[in-house]
C-alpha cells in the first residue's frame, strides 16, 4: 500500500476500542462508559465509508452518515463542560454559521466534506470534549455546575454528561440503520480484540 493510501485509509479509521469497566463500577465510571461505548459504536457504523456511503440518503430523512458525523462533532462541542476547557477548540466550522438561518447546517453542507475531513472534524470533536470532561471531572466530579446559563438555571456536569449521551443514543440508532443499508454491516458492539 503506497504511502498516499495508507494515510487516506489512516485517516477514515476511527476508534472502536470499547473498555469495559468492572461489575461494580461506580457512577462515574459507569457513565463514562456508556459515554465511550456510544462513540464506539457510532465510529464502527460510520467508518472507513467514501463519500458515496457517507452521503447516502434515507428518505424521507435528509440524515446521512455524514450529516451525523458533523453533527455529533457539534453536540461533542455543545455538550462540554466549556468553564473547565484549557483550550477552545480550532476545528469549529460552525462558528461562524447562524443557526437562526441554517437550522440544518450539519445535514445541508456534509456532502461539501470529503470523508477525511468528516472523519477528523468527529475526531477531533472527541478529542478535545474527553479531555475537556477529565479536567472538569478532576476539578470536583458529576455534582459540580458547568455554569449559570442565561436564565440563572445552572445545570451540574452529571446532567451535560447524559444530554450528551442520550445525543448519542439517539443517532447510534441512525448509525446503525444507515450502514446496514449502505453496505450490510449490522451488529451492536463493533468487533474487540481478544
Same mark, same amino acid.
Given at each position: 500500500?503506497?504511502?498516499?493510501?495508507?494515510?487516506?485509509?489512516?485517516?477514515?479509521?476511527?476508534?472502536?476500542?470499547?473498555?469495559?469497566?468492572?461489575?461494580?463500577?461506580?457512577?462515574?465510571?459507569?457513565?463514562?462508559? +456508556?459515554?465511550?461505548?456510544?462513540?464506539?459504536?457510532? +465510529?464502527?457504523?460510520?467508518?472507513?465509508?467514501?463519500?458515496?456511503?457517507?452521503?447516502?440518503?434515507?428518505?424521507?430523512?435528509?440524515?446521512?452518515?455524514?450529516?451525523?458525523?458533523?453533527?455529533?462533532?457539534?453536540?461533542?462541542?455543545?455538550?462540554?463542560?466549556?468553564?473547565?476547557?484549557?483550550?477552545?477548540?480550532?476545528?469549529?466550522?460552525?462558528?461562524?454559521?447562524?443557526?437562526?438561518?441554517?437550522?440544518?447546517?450539519?445535514?445541508?453542507?456534509?456532502? %461539501?466534506?470529503?470523508?477525511?475531513?468528516?472523519?477528523?472534524?468527529?475526531?477531533?470533536?472527541?478529542?478535545?470534549?474527553?479531555?475537556?470532561?477529565?479536567? +472538569?471531572?478532576?476539578?470536583?466530579?458529576? %455534582?459540580?455546575?458547568?455554569? +449559570?446559563?442565561?436564565?440563572?438555571?445552572?445545570?451540574?456536569?452529571?446532567?451535560?454528561?447524559?444530554?450528551?449521551?442520550?445525543?448519542?443514543?439517539?443517532?447510534?440508532?441512525?448509525? %446503525?440503520?444507515?450502514?446496514?443499508?449502505? %453496505?450490510?454491516?449490522?451488529?451492536?458492539?463493533?468487533?474487540?480484540?481478544?
Amino acid at each position: 500500500m503506497d504511502s498516499t493510501v495508507r494515510r487516506m485509509t489512516d485517516n477514515m479509521t476511527l476508534d472502536t476500542t470499547i473498555a469495559e469497566p468492572s461489575m461494580t463500577a461506580g457512577e462515574l465510571e459507569m457513565l463514562l462508559f +456508556a459515554m465511550d461505548r456510544s462513540r464506539a459504536t457510532f +465510529a464502527w457504523k460510520c467508518g472507513g465509508l467514501d463519500a458515496a456511503g457517507l452521503n447516502k440518503a434515507h428518505p424521507p430523512s435528509r440524515m446521512t452518515l455524514g450529516g451525523l458525523l458533523k453533527h455529533l462533532a457539534l453536540m461533542e462541542y455543545k455538550y462540554a463542560p466549556h468553564a473547565f476547557a484549557a483550550t477552545r477548540p480550532t476545528w469549529r466550522p460552525w462558528e461562524t454559521v447562524d443557526f437562526e438561518t441554517e437550522s440544518e447546517w450539519e445535514w445541508s453542507t456534509a456532502a %461539501d466534506d470529503s470523508p477525511e475531513e468528516l472523519y477528523g472534524i468527529w475526531r477531533d470533536a472527541v478529542t478535545w470534549c474527553r479531555a475537556t470532561w477529565a479536567a +472538569a471531572l478532576a476539578d470536583g466530579g458529576l %455534582d459540580q455546575p458547568e455554569s +449559570a446559563k442565561g436564565d440563572g438555571e445552572s445545570p451540574n456536569l452529571r446532567r451535560i454528561l447524559v444530554d450528551l449521551h442520550e445525543e448519542y443514543a439517539r443517532h447510534v440508532g441512525h448509525a %446503525d440503520l444507515f450502514r446496514e443499508a449502505v %453496505d450490510g454491516l449490522v451488529g451492536e458492539d463493533p468487533p474487540q480484540p481478544r
